[in-house]
């Protein structure tokens, strides 16, 4: 069989590749199956929760009260500010943006997010690499380590809080044996300690959170790496620096988002330690006492709403800083 001549008497021409309409076709089907399987769970998601959230935008938007929420009138933006002319060309901004509570609880609620992540993400750092190594009964301090974050947070704040009592407190009682102590403190009573309190029991409890996940990041790394770095006699040190951190950056930085989430949004623990205290209220903590203490439900819901917004740039803006890659694209 003679091959198909070819001009310049050159080698014949490869065979053209697939069609791309045929490729476009595959795309655009895995697409489809794509969408249907996540519409139900779209579905759910704006059900349980755009929908509540879009509630809350519209009623910090009127004047509803929680004994007539049918009956919620158009108020503008007046319950996030509004400029109050006594009519001698004096005035005064009122509302939640003109709140010196409100600019308190978020400065409570971010010092709170920084100091506890920043805190918990190097506990849990150390934790991670001493449970990655190979030693007897790793499986039993494993889930010892973890225990603390499978109590129940409101078991853990009432627990904590006879802890800290200044009376019969067994911390108040062992400072005192040791000689650390003078005089019991009031820990969640007094405006120096109560924050600092808050602190060392969210840490407790959460650390194990921030070791597990990071742990699991530990366990993806290739053991060849460190064997290779062992026999060329790298410095432990160096070898974490250089290999260990960058390496493990991924589920570091998921770690942080979630757990950062979680600190901005904290209300369970301050309000069960330290209710109505000025030195730690947050801004979930605020939002809950304007719509259901104070019979401010506008009010309330226009803390809440700030509340999200304020969760929603910093996710963003850490997103950003980053440079995550949410599509999976790989660049």
Known sequence: MTRPATEGGGAPAPSAPASRPGRSRLRAQRLRSAALFLLPMLAVLA?????????????????ASLDDLAGAQWYGIKNYLEWFDYGDGEGEYFGLLASADWWNAVWNTVRFALVTVSVETVLGMAIALVLN??????????????????????????????MLNDQFGVINDLGMSLGLMERPIAWLASGDTA??????????????????????????????????????GVNPVKVFWKVTLPLVA?????????????????????????????????????????????????????????LFLTIALITIGYIKVARLDLEGSGR
């Open 47 to 63: 059900f349980v929760a755009g929908w509540p959230l879009f509630r809350t935008i519209w009623f910090s938007l009127t004047d």
């Open 133 to 162: 190594q190979e030693f007897r009964g790793r499986g039993w301090v494993r889930a010892a380590v973890l225990i603390p974050w499978a109590i129940p947070t409101i078991v853990s704040a009432r627990m904590w809080a006879w």
């Open 195 to 232: 924050m600092i309190a808050v602190m060392l029991v969210d840490i407790w409890k959460t650390t194990p959170f921030m070791a597990l996940l990071i742990l699991a990041g530990l366990q993806m790394i290739p053991r060849d790496i460190y064997e290779a770095a062992k026999i060329d």
């Open 250 to 306: 991924p589920a570091l930085i998921v770690a942080t988002i979630f757990r950062g989430l979680d600190a901005l949004r904290v209300f369970d623990i301050v309000y069960v330690l330290t209710p109505n205290n000025a030195d730690t209220t947050t801004m979930s903590v605020l939002a809950y006492q304007n719509l259901f203490q104070f019979d401010k439900f506008a009010y309330g819901s226009a803390a809440s709403t700030m």
